[in-house]
């Protein structure tokens, strides 16, 4: 049975009727098309006819036809017979050159209400997409997350601890399809597909100059690294090493880049914790699934708190949450997440095994005087708050038993 991803269409539903262009974005294999199907079958349960909904994927052959923005305006136009309301839902847009032109014509001739899905991040950016400024909304979504992947495996009646489940989910993550897999090597070949399958058709298609192999091999190793302080100078030296081929930094930034508009990475940025600003740079990258860092790891070390970060950084994104890593004088918090003009401070731990581990994490926060509430998460049952710090178990927050307060 299909999850009903009932987060994201929170978020959406208010915007079915307002005359603003709907952009769903996100990595492949995310659940986009799976998304806007629901909301169609939402849309069509309200009481609008099955005729008012012109619905297009532009990755099914049966639309092979349309090669540009004029040949989808001609087959729009042709099934639009009326002047009432129609909801017009346009799958991996991006495929159709100068498609914002075709979505401002839509707007400006028709009642309509328009959804369009896509997977690259540059695809309401440029020179056209200036016809479109103020009138789109964007959501993106990302793989299931903790919570959904519980949630999935009990509706489809599978067997889910989720204090046993959270080590399938940092080494296997949340992309939809994995679960149709039960073998390891099924899920792994899986993975191996949908990842070169990204880099053949978001990122070598529009860029041919670019070293496949090259880029396969270093954006795994980017990923596979995900949460450690990023240098594009180690990263040259290591894969100049590694394949006696010289690479350079700036060959690494165009790659990091890329991965940015498929998808595949997000970046945190610094916060300056004494000076209360965001900054500029960016010093660590985090993969958008888990299971795509695991690509180019032999084994899992459990106990490597950088899988778990991730996991905690993707969580707070699809909260809402704007994150940044914490800059003190003499360190760093793992993470500073704000929300509305609010904040809070986070530290995650593997498990606080030891009076030393624990002090680690805990003394993080002793030169700050910031008053904005503080964070441990680790995956201990065993509630360690104390000094004013809050303890939360990992598992509970990623299934929303436990709540961050913010001031």
Partial sequence: MQLVREDYLKLIRPYYDVDLIKVITGIRRSGKSVLMETIKDEILASGVKGSHIISINLEDLDYSFITDAKDLHEEIQSCIV???KYYIFLDEIQHIKNFEKLLASLKAKYNCSIFVTGSDSTMLSGELATLL?????EFE???FSFKESVDFLELNKIECNPDEFIKDYIKWGGFPLRFSFREKNSIKRFLD????????????KKSSKIDRQ?????SLYIMSNAGKEFSAEKIANYYTKKEKRAVSTRTIYNYIEKLHKAYILHSCKKYNIAGKTALDSSDKFYATDTGLRTLNTNTINYEDTFFLENIVYNELLIQGFSVFTGKTYKGEIDFVAVKNSKKCFIQVAYLLASEDT??????AY??????????????DKI?????GIEHLNIVDFLLHKATLHLS
């Avoid at 090259?214 to 270093?218: G, H, P, Q, T, V």
């Fill in 358 to 363: 624990i002090r680690r994490e805990f003394g």
């Fill in 141 to 143: 979504i990302f793989p």
């Fill in 366 to 379: 002793d030169k700050i005087t910031d008053a904005s509430p503080k964070y441990v998460l680790s995956l």
């Fill in 193 to 204: 597909n949908l990842y070169s399958n990204i880099i053949n058709r978001d990122i070598i």
């Fill in 82 to 84: 009326d002047d009432e």
């Fill in 214 to 218: 090259a880029f396969k091999d270093i």
């Fill in 383 to 387: 509630d360690l708050s104390h000094d």
């Fill in 133 to 137: 400024t103020g009138r789109t909304v």
